[in-house]
């Protein structure tokens, strides 16, 4: 069983397979979690090509989205045969074109619908299935909305749930303002452990370093951290170390960047896009004395089509 200590959260049009090849090059054990699949592009779109990954990724998780047990077992099964070491149920994403299809965050008010959901897969897997969710939807911002919500879904077997500490409001807000406006209440989270020490309960919204990771470590069994750690992957560096009682790579960035050019050249040739690539790359330079220059020249770089002729100046900007 892998260790849910540490994750990288989901992020739409973020954590690509690419991208989680840049993470496992500075971390070897943070767990890794794809962008929401919908079912809807699996069952009827046929987009396959969603589940590719690399195998150096493991552990990794996908994360799916939808709200029919049926669609939902299917999709997993497929997520399995690939070879993934988790099923995650996306309820936590409030955008409207999401709720238009009667999955993500509005889920939250249906809880037998996700406990369906979730055992319906779990019988047709044998990798576990596990949720993502938010505190609560609009103006339900009670406690006793989240503790229900959770003793009905862990109903279904499941013993994993990924809480974003803050509610999602469904209406008049995007889903860039979801993830800040609302306020955060991490007190909420704590104490649904508390309340329920058999289930492990992992905290994600708002943490920005590995000391608020430690920190919340001390109330809950995990962490997962989200923009942070694509504006700044490198500080993941630490983490093997801290974390999961493991030597870090001490790889240097120059290192991790050649490493990651390498894999760039050899999934371009094979017909990936090379600017979807090189965007992960904005963020390796943070806190760098030529920060500013290294991702001028990614940028320039990704116009100019060609990895080639910058590679020896990214190298040396590093």
């Given at each position: 069983m892998f260790s849910h200590k540490v994750c990288v959260a989901p992020m739409m049009q973020y954590t690509d397979m690419h991208d989680r090849f840049l993470l496992r090059l500075i971390s070897k054990n943070i767990y890794l979690y794809t962008e929401m699949i919908s079912t809807g592009s699996i069952i009827f779109g046929n987009c396959l090509d969603q589940f590719n990954y690399n195998h150096e990724e493991h552990p990794v998780a996908v994360q799916l989205g939808g709200s029919n047990p049926s669609h939902l077992a299917e999709c997993a099964k497929?997520?399995?045969?690939?070879?993934?070491?988790?099923?995650?149920?996306?309820?936590?994403?409030?955008?409207?074109?999401?709720?238009?299809?009667?999955?993500?965050?509005?889920?939250?008010?249906?809880?037998?619908?996700?406990?369906?959901?979730?055992?319906?897969?779990?019988?047709?897997?044998?990798?576990?299935?596990?949720?993502?969710?938010?505190?609560?939807?609009?103006?339900?911002?009670?406690?006793?909305?989240?503790?229900?919500?959770?003793?009905?879904?862990?109903?279904?077997?499941?013993?994993?749930?990924?809480?974003?500490?803050?509610?999602?409001?469904?209406?008049?807000?995007?889903p860039r303002q979801n993830r800040t406006i609302p306020p955060l209440k991490y007190d909420y989270v704590y104490r649904l452990k508390e309340d329920n020490k058999e289930l492990n309960i992992i905290i994600n919204g708002g943490i920005k370093n590995l000391e608020e990771t430690k920190e919340h470590l001390q109330k809950v069994d995990g962490v997962m951290i989200g923009r942070a750690s694509y504006d700044n992957p490198f500080m993941l560096s630490k983490v093997d170390e801290l974390f999961f009682d493991k030597p870090s790579s001490n790889k240097q960035k120059v290192e991790i960047l050649n490493e990651y050019l390498d894999y760039v050249t050899i999934m371009s040739d094979k017909g990936y896009d090379l600017s979807r690539m090189l965007k992960h790359l904005f963020g390796l330079s943070k806190g760098d004395t030529h920060a500013r220059a290294f991702r001028k020249k990614v940028h320039q770089s990704i116009l100019d089509g060609d990895i080639v002729k910058s590679r020896e100046q990214l190298l040396e900007l590093i």
């Open positions: 497929t997520a399995e045969a690939y070879g993934y070491d988790e099923i995650n149920l996306n309820v936590g994403c409030p955008s409207e074109r999401v709720q238009k299809g009667r999955f993500g965050a509005c889920l939250m008010l249906e809880p037998e619908l996700v406990a369906e959901c979730i055992s319906s897969m779990s019988k047709n897997v044998e990798i576990p299935v596990t949720v993502k969710c938010r505190l609560g939807i609009d103006d339900r911002e009670d406690y006793e909305f989240l503790s229900n919500f959770v003793d009905i879904v862990k109903s279904s077997g499941v013993s994993t749930f990924i809480i974003h500490a803050r509610n999602g409001l469904l209406k008049g807000l995007s």
